[in-house]
């Protein structure tokens, strides 16, 4: 919850509660606005927040709350655990539904059976009506509570639709169980309706869990960014360790970081060394050496040394707060999820209820003697065939077959709105590190005065005691050699150089050129030009030497994947311009850029420059899907219209992402955009159809061909028809699933 005050305004944002369309956030929008002492609101609807600027003296959270409640939605205004309390006001939401129709499915099917099979047999009536009753007002309540609430502020929604329809086909079912007479004095039958009014709950149930299954499912990537930053420190009080809460540490404190610690929050370094690993920061997997005076940060993880830092910035001031602050930002700045069927909703529930009741008086009106039964039977057979059954699943039924699609192919795709933006994707943002490359430094190349194994054993004894994150790359380059075990007799580490060791009364060196040049060890010109080459290529070059001589150079560099090349060729064939952004030096990332044939690249990026860059582009009018795997990228992937995670990146990339490739080949990338395309074509002939029926059927309904032909709609089948409307659009869904990506 944030909270910015600016003469005596205060600007609230808390999570909202029972929304289940895009109609609900509009009203919750309203009824925000119109509270007395609110000067303005908006409504997220797909982070299911609510931003509102009051005057404090005027209207409380409180107020808010309550004004909320009173239209059927609530907020969670208390300012402890909020995620914690909104994941369990969605869990609680999700299983009152899976309760809902997992109940109306089992009570309908008898009811449905009675209802075609058995509709003249009377004691059938009497088995539906109370089958009907508790399907409707238990696991369909919520439909006439919302209706109601909705009607007492002069709204309508969905739920308004639907208990409207099944509300007054019940209630003439009811009448005509008890009162069949009043018809069949009227030369009519005394129809019940009970199957159709059941089965209109059942479906629409069934489209509400498939959008729940998906709200249910998405992690918080906040709630893991906070769980970045430990909940207890060590700090220094007159040389004594003290371990307190980290909402306890001031500006100032002296902070002991041991091996492997988490590093609280951010300050100078005072005493010791280490590495610390900054690529959730950074991206670069590559450790940083930390020495006194030089800057740590709060997440990072410490490696194998120890140190003290002087807190300089805590709470929110640190980097990894501001970082959290900026994905909630991002996350709440996107326009909220408008699903087509959503924004039509708003017009076409009064519509429908406007043409029900228009058919009921044309029937008063150039009807026969019969006007009154056959007017009320007609605008009941509109609101039954307009029931939006049809548009209520025609998104999640084409969205959850796109998703099974995608997890075949090993993508994770967390909801709608990406797939729908990820085929209108015209620009395309790669992170180097982890994405395009592997993400982890490896010996590339090796270059030897005299290639021995008995040098290999000692570089090997050497670099296993060494604590340089590059050690390890030497170790894994030649742990296959099966080589013979050395004896090393002395160890020293050269802060910013390398390290020094002795085997066999022979001193020998592992490091960089400042190390060998203080040395006085001579290199050879061609070594010099070998090594020029492989820095121009990218990589970092490690010298082993004895006092003498150089023995060898290493080429260590992040790996490009094996199909990043031909990737990145097919997004470009799709007519999507790719841009390579990165934290790593220039001379770096051209090089993987040439390779690659990236023409865009941004290099030396701090996270923040990432997220900036993303919305200069989308200030130009592109829209633009980025691709990530470090917490550096969450703040750009939050950012982006299509934000898309490796599938071996960390776990806040991944939230953040609307889509995740699961593993790290990059020929998915192509496939996703895809499958985008295939989803939303889907979608939109689902929704042609579902209009397209209750552009038919609600004329047919009203009893538009009744002057010409005698042809009069039975309420019976119309709730067949909508039905069939229902599973006609889940049939077209699921030809997704035989289409190849």
């Known amino acids: 919850m944030s909270d910015k005050v600016e003469s005596g305004i205060v600007k609230k944002t808390f999570p909202i509660t029972g929304m289940s369309c895009a109609a609900c956030a509009s009203s919750v929008g309203a009824t ?67 309760k809902s129709l997992i109940g109306s499915a089992i ?281 939006p059954c049809a548009l209520g699943l025609a998104t999640p039924t084409a969205i959850m077959v796109g998703v099974g699609k995608g997890a075949e192919n090993n993508m994770l795709i967390r909801d709608a709105e990406s797939l729908e933006k990820a085929y209108q994707a015209d620009t395309i943002i790669l992170d180097k590190t982890g994405t395009i490359t592997e993400g ?50 002395s160890f020293e580490s050269i802060t910013g150089r390398g390290v020094k060791a002795k085997s066999e009364e022979l001193n020998y060196f592992v490091g960089n050129i400042a190390l060998i040049r203080a040395q006085r060890i001579v290199v050879e010109a061609e070594m010099l030009k070998v090594a020029d080459e492989w820095e121009t290529d990218g990589q970092t070059v490690i010298y082993f030497a004895d006092e003498h001589h150089i023995l060898a150079i290493l080429g260590i560099a992040d790996k490009i994947k094996e199909f990043a090349e031909i990737s990145i060729l097919q997004l470009q064939d799709r007519g999507m311009e790719v841009y390579m952004l990165t934290g790593d030096a220039e001379k770096t990332a051209m090089a993987v850029a040439n390779a690659v044939g990236i023409k865009h690249v941004k290099a030396n990026l701090m996270p923040a420059d990432k997220s900036n860059f993303v919305k200069e582009l989308q200030a130009k009018g592109k829209v633009v899907a980025m691709v990530g795997d470090g917490i550096n990228d969450s703040e750009a992937l939050a950012q982006a219209d299509v934000s898309i995670a490796m599938g071996k990146g960390s776990d806040i990339a991944i939230d953040v992402a609307k889509m995740t490739l699961i593993g790290s080949d990059l020929q998915n990338l192509p496939k996703a955009f895809h499958l985008s395309q295939l989803t939303i074509r889907g979608i939109k002939q689902n929704l042609f159809w579902a209009f397209i029926y209750n552009i038919i059927g609600i004329p047919l309904a009203a009893g538009l061909l009744y002057p010409f032909t005698g042809f009069l709609l039975n309420p019976m089948i119309a709730g067949a028809a909508m039905a069939f409307s229902s599973v006609s659009v889940v049939l077209n869904s699921l030809r997704l699933k035989s289409m190849k990506l």
């Not at 000067?39 to 009051?54: E, K």
């Not at 893991?224 to 100032?252: C, D, F, R, S, W």
């Not at 008995?454 to 080589?483: G, Q, R, T, Y």
Request: hydrophobic residues 45%.
């Open 32 to 98: 925000l606005k119109s509270t007395k002492g609110v000067q303005d609101a908006d409504v997220n609807f797909a982070t299911h927040t609510a931003w509102a600027t009051f005057n404090p003296d005027e209207v409380s959270l409180e107020d808010l709350k309550m004004a909320l409640q009173g239209v059927g939605y609530d907020a969670i205004i208390e300012e402890e655990n909020v995620a914690e309390k909104q994941e369990e006001a969605q869990m609680a939401q999700f299983l009152k539904i899976r």
């Open 107 to 387: 009570l309908s099917i008898p009811v449905f059976i009675i209802g075609m099979f058995f509709m003249d047999w009377e004691v059938g009536h009497y088995i539906s009506l109370p089958l009907s009753a508790i399907v409707l007002f238990y696991f369909g309540g919520h439909f006439f509570t919302g209706a109601w609430k909705q009607a007492n502020n002069g709204k309508a929604n969905m739920d308004t639709l639907v208990a409207l329809s099944t509300g007054i086909a019940f209630l003439l079912s009811v009448f005509n169980t008890f009162y069949p007479e009043f018809w069949l004095q009227r030369g009519l039958e005394a129809h019940v309706y009970y199957e159709a009014a059941v089965v209109i709950i059942t479906f629409i149930s069934l489209g509400k869990y498939l959008e729940e299954k998906a709200k249910t499912n998405t992690s918080s990537a906040l709630k893991k960014l906070i769980g970045l930053q430990p909940k207890t420190l060590i700090v220094l009080v007159n040389g004594k360790e003290e371990e307190i809460p980290i909402n306890a540490v001031k500006e100032g404190f002296e902070i002991l970081v041991k091996p492997g610690d988490k590093i609280p929050v951010d300050g100078l370094v005072v005493s010791g060394d280490s590495y610390v690993n900054e690529s959730m920061i950074t991206g670069e997997p590559v450790p940083v050496q930390k020495i006194e005076g030089t800057k740590v940060f709060a997440g990072t993880i410490n490696q194998k040394g120890s140190f003290s830092f002087k807190a300089e910035k805590v709470g929110g001031d640190t980097l990894l707060a501001s970082i959290i602050e900026r994905v909630k930002e991002a996350q709440g700045s996107k326009a909220p999820v408008q699903k087509l069927v959503d924004k039509i909703a708003g017009i076409f529930v009064p519509v429908v209820i406007g043409i029900a009741i228009l058919t009921f008086i044309l029937w008063q009106i150039f009807g026969d003697d019969n006007a009154l039964t056959q007017g009320m039977l007609s605008a009941i057979t509109v609101l039954v065939i307009a029931c």
């Open 440 to 489: 982890q430094p490896s010996v590339v190349n090796q270059h030897w005065l005299l290639e021995d194994d008995k040098l290999k054993s000692i570089l090997c004894e050497i670099e296993a005691k060494s604590e340089h994150p590059l050690a390890d790359a030497v170790l894994n380059k030649f742990k296959s050699d099966n080589l013979s075990d050395v004896q090393i007799d």
